[in-house]
């Protein structure tokens, strides 16, 4: 923990480390001197597998009702004494934040009757997180890996800010150690330089660096020469401000208790031929609200994934559309001072739904849409958001000079 603080805290870069309620007291003199020196924070972390029990998949609808009643009751008290344990340890701790592995509806319900405000640790394309957005967001009352309408105010965080063209990985032991080959092959600062051109067209966007200290304790010289490097980057990062995890909590809340939109473009290899993250050799553009995630590839104007959290399919748990909706017309056309784009889908349900429009519209204005949102993503694209019905839809977008 101290080499990983020392290099950090060289750059004024505060941390927020988690611990259990078991571990607290063994760290507690370092945390509360790096607290009042540098602004570090604390987040409790929690493992729920024992008071839940054998059932593993912990969204299971099928669950019977009486064991979820039983976790709404018993989990709320959990949480809370591994709290005050970890207060009894350090007096001035009072962790917003918990982390866990195994993570569910009824434990974001715990935790907003406990006070708590965020839960860290999501996967994007992971196991049970399977269907999570790539970044922060509200998760819905009823599966902790959608966003919803009914939130409970608990804000979700990725364990770290991956690209959404990164492959899944295969299981948390290889969590740090990938994140750390990341840093030392400096595929995770091209990550941070996409979320920071990427801030241009969101209203606002974290990017999560998470870093094991055990593994820093075993680094070479010249890996943590590397690793200072990485901290150099990021705190000379012009319009980036670095804050705790608490304050990256408290930013997220701002904007009311609904997920925002966010918007990012990945470029080719967007993590290098060290990292070979990336799926395609076409940039790629991932988007999520509060109603859906998708995902575009260069050229194409339909998404190439959809994941609907207001319709899911049948059975879906992580709502994954299969039989996107394609455009049967096209018809754009052009006057002296005005674009005019018509596009004709056939959808089988109700669904949201989105397309891009790849190009520079730089210039142009929105005259009129009966779509939803029109947002321009600077010269990469024009993104068109709209909510399908049954049948036959008809939009249109009409720009002018």
Same mark, same amino acid.
């Given at each position: 923990?101290?080499?990983?603080?020392?290099?950090?805290?060289?750059?004024?870069?505060?941390?927020?480390?988690?611990?259990g309620a078991t571990s607290a007291r063994s760290f507690a003199?370092?945390?509360?001197?790096?607290?009042?020196?540098?602004?570090?924070?604390?987040?409790?972390?929690?493992?729920?597998?024992?008071?839940?029990?054998?059932?593993?998949?912990?969204?299971?609808?099928?669950?019977?009702?009486?064991?979820?009643?039983?976790?709404?009751?018993?989990?709320?008290?959990?949480?809370?004494?591994?709290? %005050?344990? *970890?207060?009894? =340890?350090?007096?001035?701790?009072?962790? #917003?934040?918990?982390?866990?592995?195994?993570?569910?509806? &009824?434990?974001?319900?715990?935790?907003?009757?406990?006070?708590?405000?965020?839960?860290?640790?999501?996967?994007?394309?992971?196991?049970?997180?399977?269907?999570?957005?790539?970044?922060?967001?509200?998760?819905?009352?009823?599966?902790?890996?959608?966003?919803?309408?009914?939130?409970?105010?608990?804000?979700?965080?990725?364990?770290?800010?991956?690209?959404?063209?990164?492959?899944?990985?295969?299981?948390?032991?290889?969590?740090?150690?990938?994140?750390?080959?990341?840093?030392?092959?400096?595929?995770?600062?091209?990550?941070?330089?996409?979320?920071?051109?990427?801030?241009?067209?969101?209203?606002?966007?974290?990017?999560?660096?998470?870093? %094991?200290? *055990?593994?820093? =304790?075993?680094?070479?010289?010249?890996? #943590?020469?590397?690793?200072?490097?990485?901290?150099?980057? &990021?705190?000379?990062?012009?319009?980036?401000?670095?804050?705790?995890?608490?304050?990256?909590?408290?930013?997220?809340?701002?904007?009311?208790?609904?997920?925002?939109?966010?918007?990012?473009?990945?470029?080719?290899?967007s993590e290098g031929e060290d990292g070979a993250s990336t799926?395609?050799?076409?940039?790629?553009?991932?988007?999520?609200?509060?109603?859906?995630?998708?995902?575009?590839?260069?050229?194409?104007?339909?998404?190439?994934?959809?994941?609907?959290?207001?319709?899911?399919?049948?059975?879906?748990?992580?709502?994954?559309?299969?039989n996107l909706p394609q455009i049967e017309q096209f018809r754009?056309?052009?006057?002296?001072?005005?674009?005019?784009?018509?596009?004709?889908?056939?959808?089988?349900?109700?669904?949201?739904?989105?397309?891009?429009?790849?190009?520079?519209?730089?210039?142009?204005?929105?005259?009129?849409?009966?779509?939803?949102?029109?947002?321009?993503?600077?010269?990469?694209?024009?993104?068109?958001?709209?909510?399908?019905?049954?049948?036959?839809?008809?939009?249109?977008?009409?720009?002018?000079?």
């Open positions: 923990m101290r080499r990983l603080a020392e290099i950090a805290h060289r750059y004024d870069i505060p941390i927020t480390w988690g611990v003199t370092d945390l509360t001197e790096w607290h009042t020196s540098h602004g570090d924070e604390v987040m409790l972390m929690v493992d729920i597998s024992p008071i839940w029990g054998s059932r593993a998949d912990s969204d299971d609808l099928g669950q019977s009702a009486e064991h979820i009643v039983t976790m709404r009751e018993k989990l709320p008290d959990f949480v809370s004494s591994e709290r %005050d344990r *970890v207060q009894r =340890a350090i007096e001035w701790a009072n962790p #917003l934040v918990v982390g866990a592995g195994q993570k569910n509806h &009824v434990l974001l319900y715990a935790l907003a009757q406990s006070g708590f405000a965020g839960l860290w640790g999501y996967g994007w394309g992971d196991g049970e997180d399977e269907g999570c957005p790539f970044g922060c967001f509200f998760p819905s009352v009823d599966r902790h890996n959608f966003c919803g309408a009914s939130t409970s105010g608990v804000v979700g965080l990725p364990h770290t800010s991956l690209l959404p063209t990164q492959r899944p990985l295969a299981s948390e032991e290889t969590d740090d150690t990938n994140s750390q080959t990341q840093i030392l092959n400096r595929a995770a600062q091209r990550g941070f330089d996409c979320y920071a051109a990427n801030a241009k067209w969101n209203g606002w966007l974290a990017y999560i660096q998470r870093i %094991d200290p *055990v593994e820093v =304790a075993s680094l070479t010289e010249e890996q #943590l020469n590397q690793l200072d490097a990485y901290f150099a980057y &990021v705190r000379e990062a012009p319009e980036t401000q670095i804050v705790s995890l608490p304050d990256v909590v408290y930013a997220c809340q701002e904007n009311g208790e609904q997920t925002q939109p966010t918007f990012l473009v990945t470029g080719p290899n799926n395609s050799d076409k940039s790629i553009f991932s988007y999520y609200d509060a109603e859906c995630q998708l995902v575009f590839e260069e050229g194409k104007i339909e998404p190439i994934q959809a994941t609907n959290y207001i319709s899911p399919p049948v059975n879906s748990r992580n709502g994954a559309e299969v754009p056309s052009r006057s002296r001072s005005q674009l005019r784009m018509q596009f004709t889908l056939e959808s089988a349900k109700a669904m949201p739904y989105g397309l891009a429009v790849w190009g520079n519209h730089d210039g142009l204005t929105l005259a009129t849409s009966n779509a939803q949102e029109v947002t321009w993503l600077g010269d990469r694209l024009l993104f068109v958001r709209v909510n399908l019905q049954v049948g036959k839809n008809e939009i249109e977008v009409v720009l002018t000079i």
